[in-house]
Nanobody, 116 residues
Framework: HVQLVESGGGSVQAGGSLRLSCVAS?????MAWFRQAPGKQREGVAR????????YYADSVKGRFTISRENAKNTLYLQLNSLKTEDTAMYYC?????????????WGQGTQVTVS
């Protein structure tokens, strides 16, 4: 049974920072963070290939967010810096055993980020 559990969300003022964490069970080739704001479609924020460490970012977060993974702890991180009000959303962790770009089969329940 695959489980992903996110944490680290909260409320922060614009310009502030947060670090999201996602503890995942099982084997992963690729992992990612997505977000969904009220009334908007879910969008990919950042993804990482767990083997090579290659990372990819949405243009809207490049230079502000950093995705990383600690393999020994099966934990995925997303460092959010210079937060803007438009970053307000539910953030979801995702993983898969194949690298299909932004397509993932396993999802967490989400953690809320609110920027005011």
């Amino acid at each position: 049974h695959v489980q992903l559990v996110e944490s680290g969300g909260g409320s922060v003022q614009a310009g502030g920072s947060l670090r999201l964490s996602c503890v995942a069970s099982g084997y992963s080739i690729a992992m990612a963070w997505f977000r969904q704001a009220p009334g908007k479609q879910r969008e990919g924020v950042a993804r990482i290939a767990t083997g090579s460490g290659s990372t990819y970012y949405a243009d809207s977060v490049k230079g502000r967010f950093t995705i990383s993974r600690e393999n020994a702890k099966n934990t995925l991180y997303l460092q959010l810096n210079s937060l803007k009000t438009e970053d307000t959303a539910m953030y979801y962790c995702a993983k898969d055993t194949v690298d299909l770009g932004w397509a993932y089969n396993y999802w967490g329940q989400g953690t809320q980020v609110t920027v005011s």
